[in-house]
């Protein structure tokens, strides 16, 4: 295909592009952008020489420099002093100051009053006027605050994201009367498998009771682990590190103390699994352990995408490289430094030196946009993978630390999936803030493009699968403890992908039927192909839109009304390739660890 050559003029300067007549549209657009310095949402006017606007595409009719075409940028940003001296005021200025006041509203607050929603619904209809106006069509600059039907509902707080001092105190004074002979041998050896699912539903009604109970199950880790003997643990200072660890989870969704224990209790299994006592020593076991035990200390709820486009206290000090894997191991040092809950106190220097330089390594292996390095670099030496070999060993460390965060899938379907419905909980709080705070949003993070099914799939096939075939390779005994049920896992949430599309061209259908006729077919009323899924996929849709469950939808459907439709979980273009692909493209799932 020939190239073009466009010659035309931005703010009186002479420019030429050049592009084969076969390029797409975007692309010629975005030639356009960047040679008038553009932003991504400016508009671009171009005129031909007869002074008529013409459309900017692969189309467009090659010219010669002494009959330009002339390029204007419309919209000019809204930073732009000049903007604001038109207007009288610094627009953005004054909306940060309503994302602050709104923020602070819902911090403070727990959720903002009535009135803050329908002021909300006011400005949107007034910005969908304006923005039906031509010539003030600049006003789509502003971000989009209230898509969908779903209130903003960031679920943190100051008041809840923290433990209470009242909750504290009740499990510190109850752990440190218990004794592990309170662990039946039953659970010891339960303990030791990565089936054991005696404890995870994520939201148990006695909380307390819960937690005092994983206190002491970790506790019986160390201690059946022979570390106590080995490492001359004061019974009493572990108690104090791992009540100091509890204290410092946070009351979230998904990383909290309970998810801690999970990733835990995990790499415990597979230590026994793999029969790791007799293939490295007693110090690399501690490391492991421990990494597990602090790999998500202090965890707010917010990936670290979010942290570095917010610019975070810790995206700052951490200099965007890993803010939060950093700060979890920061805080894990910060509670060992205390000589009461230092487990460590009775190490020599160089054990201490080699522990710490142990569990740094691990902690910072969990920030999966390192996946892919730490996975390539395990695959290189699988093939001669030796156990005295100190690199050989660390990075099997960092391969297990990995494994453990993300095997939820690995756990039987009525365990996993509760964990899954936490895990989207806090991913959804996370889009709703970016939304309300104009940050970009994180594509598998947000409530109107993902569903359970949509979420795992992809997760599973290309990031968890791999590794977990990977560590099977060297430890052929995991094949039927972990690999069997992800592969079940796999095969349950793309059948209820399935469903979900299915549902929703029967659905569509009958709206085509409400359309033309008023004689909707029989056979189509109320017939639900996913309903033996509703009741899973139900939780995600009621996340989104409130309480559309299948008894409603049955209700909905007979009486030809619409609503429905806006609750769909997924809008209606996007299959399984498009969501496995997005979610690729976002480096998906990575912060699900
Ligand atoms: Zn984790």
Redesign the pocket.
């Known amino acids: 295909m020939a190239t073009k050559i466009i010659f035309f003029t931005v703010n009186g300067r002479p420019e030429k592009a050049e592009f084969p007549g076969d390029c797409p549209a975007q692309d010629v657009k975005d030639l356009f952008r960047s040679a008038a310095e553009a932003g991504p949402h400016d508009i671009l006017k171009l005129y031909n020489p007869k002074g008529n606007i013409t459309n900017i595409s692969p189309g467009l009719e090659p010219n010669s420099s002494s009959c330009c075409y002339k390029l204007e940028v419309v919209a000019a940003d809204c930073n732009s002093a000049e903007l604001a001296g038109a207007l009288g005021f610094d627009l953005s200025s004054m909306e940060k100051r309503l994302q602050g006041l709104e923020k602070r509203i819902l911090t403070e607050a727990g959720d903002a009053p009535a009135v803050v929603y329908e002021m909300k619904k006011q400005v949107d209809s007034f910005r969908e006027k304006l923005e039906s106006v031509e010539h003030l069509s600049w006003l789509g600059l502003f971000k989009d605050l209230s898509e969908g039907t779903h209130k903003p509902s960031p679920f943190y707080h100051k008041r809840t994201l923290h433990k209470t001092r009242k909750e504290c105190e009740h499990v510190r004074e109850k752990f440190l009367q218990m004794s592990s002979l309170e662990v039946s041998e039953e659970v010891r050896q339960y303990l030791k498998t990565p089936t054991f699912d005696n404890c995870f539903e994520p939201k148990p009604t006695m909380v307390a009771v819960e937690d005092l109970r994983l206190c002491t199950e970790t506790r019986v880790m160390y201690t059946d682990l022979d570390f106590i003997a080995a490492f001359n643990i004061e019974p009493a200072v572990l108690q104090h590190f791992l009540f100091e660890v509890y204290r410092r989870y946070n009351n979230i969704p998904f990383?909290n103390f309970k998810?801690c224990f999970c990733?835990t209790q995990m790499m415990y299994g597979l230590i026994w699994l793999t029969d790791l006592k007799s293939k490295m020593d007693s110090e690399d076991l501690l490391i492991m352990l421990t990494s597990a035990v602090c790999?998500?200390l202090d965890h707010t709820g917010y990936n670290n995408a979010y942290q570095i486009n917010a610019r975070t206290e810790l995206a700052l000090r951490y200099n965007d490289i890993s803010p939060l894997e950093n700060h979890h191991c920061a805080i894990a040092f910060e509670i060992l430094e205390k000589t009461e809950s230092n487990i460590f106190r009775n190490l020599s220097m160089n054990q201490y030196k080699r522990i710490r330089e142990g569990i740094i390594k691990c902690i910072l292996a969990?920030d999966m946009t390192r996946h892919n390095e730490i996975l390539n670099k395990f695959k290189s030496i699988l093939t001669a993978f030796d156990f005295t070999n100190k690199e050989h060993r660390e990075v099997l460390m960092m391969i297990l630390i990995k494994v453990s965060?993300i095997s939820n899938e690995a756990r039987p379907m009525e365990v996993a999936e509760p964990w899954l419905d936490c895990l989207l909980q806090e991913f959804y709080n996370q889009s709703d803030v970016e939304k309300l705070e104009g940050l970009p949003v994180t594509p598998f993070m947000d409530r109107d493009k993902v569903t359970k099914p949509s979420s795992q799939t992809g997760f599973i096939r290309f990031v968890l699968l791999p590794l977990f075939i990977e560590l099977a390779n060297l430890f052929p005994c995991l094949e039927q403890h972990i690999i069997h049920p992800v592969r079940k896992a796999l095969d349950y949430y793309t059948e209820m992908e399935k469903a979900l599309e299915r549902e929703k061209v029967i659905r569509a259908q009958i709206c085509v039927s409400i359309d033309y006729s008023e004689n909707v077919p029989p056979n189509l009323i109320g017939r639900s192909e996913a309903h033996s899924f509703w009741p899973a996929a139900n939780r995600v849709v009621s996340g989104r839109s409130g309480d559309f469950t299948s008894s409603s939808s049955m209700k909905v459907f007979s009486s030809y009304t619409l609503c429905p439709l806006a609750a769909l979980p997924t809008s209606p273009s996007r299959g399984v390739a498009a969501a496995v692909e997005e979610n690729k493209q976002s480096r998906r799932g990575s912060q699900r660890?």
Do not use: G, L, S
Request: glycine share 0%; net charge negative.
């Open positions: 990383h998810h990733v790999h998500d969990t965060d660890a």
